[in-house]
Structure formats: C-alpha cells, structure tokens
C-alpha cells in the first residue's frame, strides 16, 4: 500500500506528476516502445491472469487494441495489475499510461481526481450476490444482513445509499483486496456479496460451488466501466477513446478480425475511409497514428462484439448476454461517433 | 556577517562569534530555517504540481460528506457523517485495539517471561516455544492467521441460528441465547445504564480512593511497625462491595439490551466482531513474544546474589520475586518496553488485512474516495507522530518513578 501512495507523494513533491512534465503520453509511449496498462488481475472476463502469466479479458483487449493502434502491434504493451484502491494513484503518479480496470465513469473521478473519461466498454450496474439457501428474492429483503464490499469502489458508497434510502440496516464488512472479500463471503462472515453485476457474474463462477449463489435481480447504480487518463493530454485521450470507438465501429459495418483485409475493398466509402484507404484521407495522421491504425486494432482483437463474445458472452464460461452493450441500433448503448 | 564585524571594529561583537553558546543556537535556527524551508518547498512544490494535474491541496474536503459506512464505530457515526468524523472513528478504533493490545500483551509477556526462567522443564520449554513461534513470523501473517483461523474456528452463523429455531419449535418457552459465539463474532447482552446509576459510579470512585488512602496509610504502618495491615484485602473488599452495596440501594438502575438472532444476522446486544478479535489477539499475543524476552533479560540482569541472599533469609521463591527481583528487573524492561508499547500501536496499521477500521483503513477509503492522498497521510503521519510521543513521555515518567532512589 504505502509504496504506491509514497510514489505518488515524491512524484508529487520532487519531479511533478507524470506526463505533465514531457511533451505529451502519446510521444511517451512511442517513445518508450510499449503501452503500460493498469488492469485487474483477478476479475476473469474483463482482466486476469492465467497460471502462465497471461493476461485476458475485454479491459485487457482495450488495452491491447490501443497498442495496436500506437505500434501496429499488439504485443507492446505490458500490464500492471492494480487493486481498486491502487489504481487512481498509480495513474496520477505517471506510473502507467492508461487505466482499463472495471472503473466506474463518476463526475468526482472525472474532476476532483484530475482523470478523463469518455468510451464505454462495458455498461454495469451494482447488484447483490446471496446464498441460494437463504432464500432471498429481492434486495429489500436484505435488512439487518452482513454485506462483504471492496474498500475504493463505487460500490461502498451506493451501497450506503441504498440502505440508508430504504431504510434497511446492514452490517459492513470491507476489505482491500478482492482475495479477502471472496474469502470472507466464503467463510460464512456475511451474507451478501455486493459489486458490479459482471463482477458478481465472474466471482460466483470462481467460488467452490457456484450453484449455491444467486445474483438478486435489483440493480442499484449506473457503473460506466472506461478507461481512463490524466486530465490535460486531449491527443492520449482520443487515442483511448478512438481505438474503443474503432472496434464499435467495426461492429457496426461488420468488419471482423477474419474479414478485414476483405473489407478494405469495400465499395462502401465509409468503411474505405475507416480501414484507411480512401485517397488523401488523412485521419489516422491527425491522431498522431498510421493509416491503417484500425485495421490493426481489428486485427488484433476484431470488432466489439467479438471481443465482447470472446471474454465475458457466449464464448466464455460468464455467457453475458449483450443487454445494454448491444449496438445502439439493436437496443443496446454501444455507440461509436462518425470516423470521418 | 563577519565584514560588518570587521566594520564596526567593535571587539565584543567579535567574541560573541566565537562564544560557544551564541554559536550553538545559531546552528540551531539555521537548521530549522532549512528544515523549514526544505518542506515550505516541498509542499508549495507538490501544491503547483498538483494543480498542474487539476487536483487541489487542503483540508477542506475533510468536512464533506464520508458517504460510506464503518463496521465498528465508538461514535455516533453513519454515511451522512463528514470525512472527519469517520477519521475520529478509525482513531478512536487504533486506540481502542492499542491500549486493550498493550494491557494484554504486557500480562502475557510478563507470565511467559519469568515462565521461561521457570526450573519447570516443561514451562520452560513450551515458553520458549511460544517465543520463538511468535517472534519469528512478520506481523502481518500473524495478523493473517489469526483472522482466517478465528473465522474458522467459530462456528458458523446459520448453524447455530437452526439449532436455536429447533430448540424453539420443540419448546416455545425458549428464547434466543443471551451470549452467542460464531463467525459474526462474540455477542453479549449490553448494559444500558440507567439515571439512578451515577451513583454507583460516585461509590466506585470513592472505593478506588480509599482503597489507594488505606494502602498508604498500611505502608506507614509496615514501615513504623514492621506489621502490614492487610491492605490488598481491604482494598479488594471497599472497590467490589461498596459499588455493589449502592447498586441495590438504588434499585438496581440498569437495564440491558439483549442481542436477537435475525434472519440474517445479530442485532442488538454488544457485538466484538471477528475482526477486531483476530486483530486484538494477534498484536498482543505477537507483541507478548517480545515482551517476555525483555523481562526474561530484565530478570536476568538483576545480580544473581539478590536471589540468593532472598533464599538465604528463607523468603518465599514467589515472593522474592515479586518484592525484589521484579521491582529491581524493572529498571532494564521499561525502556526497551517502551518501544514494544510503540511498535504494537504502529502494527495496528495491518489493520487492513483483517478488515478491521482503524485510522488507516478509514484512511484509505478517504484517499481513495476523494484523491486526497497527501492530506490523508499528512494526517496520519501527525496522528502516529503524537500518539508514540505520548506514550513516550508517560513510560519516560514511569521510568524516572521506577528509577533507583538514592537514599
Ligand atoms: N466499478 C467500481 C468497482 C470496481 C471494482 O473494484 N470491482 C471489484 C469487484 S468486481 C474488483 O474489480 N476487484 C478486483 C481486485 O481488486 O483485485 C468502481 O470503479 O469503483
């Protein structure tokens, strides 16, 4: 714990925050040769880590098209794996680039932590994990239980919210990191596991006997989960935000990892101009990127929806069903602003 | 300085360079002018820098809302309360862990100190035992095991919430238990103290007066004549009877709220929570490991001849002990204690890996949900600064108390 937060005080005090001091991230980056990413290492489907050391998940693939985008490349990144309350110092401080780790969107984070938020990867909401044999239906049944929740998050606060709106009593039991949380609820030391539903979703699947748990129908919050940066570098903010835009965007023209190269001959202007071969176009290079910046995140890790079935829906064992990430036009929120 | 000297030409200035003490206070504010404008630097430099992030420097956030909850709170306390009011909270919990640590740390220590000098090969040994376990494993695992070995060890919740409700169907008479140990911790029922019971409180006071007065006054006595009233007895008997004698007076003026198995949980009742129990127990038992090593050396530095001579007059073992090694052991285990005392405080920082709210765990959430990470260790490096100088001067004063009084 103190080694981050000291980082951040001597960052701070002797050599001024991070990137503030140099030209700009994006020259940072290039210049380093690699992306330093802060993610989760412990929530499978949207970042963790298998026993080789391998990192997977729908942040990690964020992660990973933003490198493609920058290198052409998307094996030059590396991954720092951070708790959720490490995280924000870990970024202020300049020791990582990006952060893509489940962070939920809120004005607070945006303004007074000195971040920036735009893309959406993933639309959450709060919601409750109990004991199948407790028999609880709804979450206002919940009055006068032990709740396990995770130190730093958005959750603790909504979670204080919502009881305190109903009216409820609960007993808070609050741990640091992830391990202690699933551990106690584990244990029998409280009744109700409460985080992000697709984190509860991935939680209950690493738990001894998955079946014994349901995830209460209530959802209690918004959680926008995005990544993030510092304030004041708006050409590292639009890489970010354009490579997750990049992969919407495919989606919705129906560019897959398998059929890019085919697509580029498309008549269609629009896609010629996205995959970087319309003539004279010069987007890519406004961006301070190459041409085919987007081939190459569609390459590395397909559109939207791949990487979506891919890490936490029908391909995985969470089978997340798209709901609100849909593409706008098929009922969902997902939606990438014109790349012209 | 000195070319004004040579100015004026005036011969005292010239030795008051050189005197001694006039250059050593010189020294002196010139090293607090440094240190005192390396951090005026260091904070205008963070304050710039931390704007340049867009983030801000102060104190002010501290009376916003804290908007989360805290498991254990001494204090009126809910998510409503300011940032604060939760950091009185975590404070009030470090002290609470400290000085119930440091009270049973030093009786264990203590015991497994002279157990360990005990002749008893067995004592011995498992003393020894004890201290070399404890001594050898970093707090934080201590802390560790003993939060995952209290959670296990207790039974669980809803087993023991069936059994009761058979116990009720079987016979309706039957209520819910007045103490229940599980894995949601150790409830009792709690004493609410009624108007009338100021009285009993006055009576305990009185009791604890007359009972230091009448040990003086047999001190005297013993000095003079050489016989000792029985002054442990009587002091015994005036703190436990006389509260008691007005507590029936008064009508027995309390009350008690009783804890009730819910659906889900306990309510009502005192609770002590597993985490503050795994947490208590870990610092102290870990904390006692080091103790007794002090008072084994302590024991050991008194001259054996004082013990010798003791048994020479034909003094009890026990009472040697008591009335002559331990008084003179004294003096070599107060320092080194001291910083016992101060590392258990500073320990109770690990507090996070049981779950536990202290000062630091509150803390965190603080920084963590408001950014305000130099602030809040600002505060916590001047609130542990405070408490080890605190407990410095009171054991420093304990100390000179202890110390060998020439006669
Ligand atoms: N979205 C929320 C919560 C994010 C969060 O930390 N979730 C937990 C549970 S899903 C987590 O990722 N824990 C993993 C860890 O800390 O290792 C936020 O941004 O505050």
Known sequence: MANRILAVLIGAAVMGIGAQASAGTLEDVKAKGFLQCGVNANLSGFGSQDSSGQFAGLDIDLCKAVAAAVFGDATKVKFTPLSAKDRFPALQSGEIDMLARNTTWTASRDSQLGFDFRAVNYYDGQGFMVRKELNVKSALELSGAAVCVQTGTTTELNLADYFKSHNLQYNPVVFEKQEEVDAAYNAGRCDVYTTDQSGLYSIRLSLSNPDDHVILPEIISKEPLGPAVRQGDSKWFDVVSFSHYAMVAAEEFGITQANVEEMKKSPNPDIKRFLGEEQGSTIGADFGLSKDWAVNIIKAVGNYGEAFERNVGQGSPLKIKRGLNALWNQGGLQYAPPIR | ?407
């Open chain 2, 1 to 407: 300085m000195a070319s004004a000297d040579a100015r004026d030409g005036d011969g005292r200035r010239a030795s008051l360079l050189y005197d001694p003490s006039v250059r050593a206070y010189a020294y002196q504010a010139l090293t607090v002018l440094v240190v005192g404008w390396l951090i005026w630097q260091a904070w205008s430099n963070a304050a710039e820098n931390l704007a340049r992030a867009n983030m801000t420097a102060g104190f002010g956030f501290l009376s916003g809302r804290a908007g989360f909850d805290l498991g254990q709170a001494l204090m009126a306390y809910s998510s409503d309360s300011t940032f604060a009011r939760a950091l009185t909270v975590g404070l009030l919990n470090t002290l609470l862990v400290g000085v119930l640590g440091i009270i049973t740390a030093t009786i264990v220590g203590l015991l497994i100190g002279i157990g360990r000098l005990s002749k008893n090969w067995l004592i011995a040994r498992l003393c020894t035992i004890y201290v070399e376990l404890f001594r050898n494993i970093p707090p934080l695992l201590v802390i560790f095991f003993w939060y995952k070995g209290v959670l296990s060890i207790l039974p669980d919740f809803r087993a023991i919430r069936a059994g009761v409700e058979q116990a009720k169907a079987a016979d309706p008479s039957v209520g819910d238990p007045l103490f229940i140990i599980s894995n949601r911790g150790i409830s009792f029922p709690a004493p609410i103290f009624q108007p009338g019971f100021g009285a009993v409180w006055i009576a305990l006071a009185a009791a604890v007066l007359g009972a230091i007065g009448f040990t003086l006054w047999a001190n005297k006595v013993q000095a003079a004549t050489g016989k000792r009233p029985p002054a442990l007895l009587v002091s015994v008997a005036l703190i436990v009877l006389l509260p008691l004698a007005v507590f029936f007076a008064a009508g027995q003026p309390i009350a008690f709220d009783y804890p009730v198995l819910g659906r889900f949980n306990l309510s009502g009742g005192g609770l002590i929570s597993p985490e503050f129990l795994s947490l208590y127990l870990a610092l102290s038992l870990y904390t006692a490991s080091f103790i007794a090593e002090i008072v084994r050396a302590g024991i050991r530095g008194v001259p054996s001849g004082q013990f010798e001579a003791c048994s020479a007059l034909g003094v009890r073992s026990d009472r040697a002990m008591r009335l002559v090694i331990l008084p003179q052991a004294m003096r070599i285990i107060i320092p080194p204690l001291t910083s016992q005392y101060l590392n258990l405080i500073k320990n109770s920082s690990l507090a996070v890996a049981a779950g536990y709210p202290d000062l630091v765990q509150v803390g965190n959430t603080i920084l963590n949900q408001s950014g305000r990470a130099i602030e809040v260790i600002a505060i916590w490096m001047i609130v542990y600064v405070t408490i080890s100088l605190v407990t410095s001067v009171f054991m420093n004063w304990f100390n000179a108390r202890m110390a060998l009084r020439e006669r």
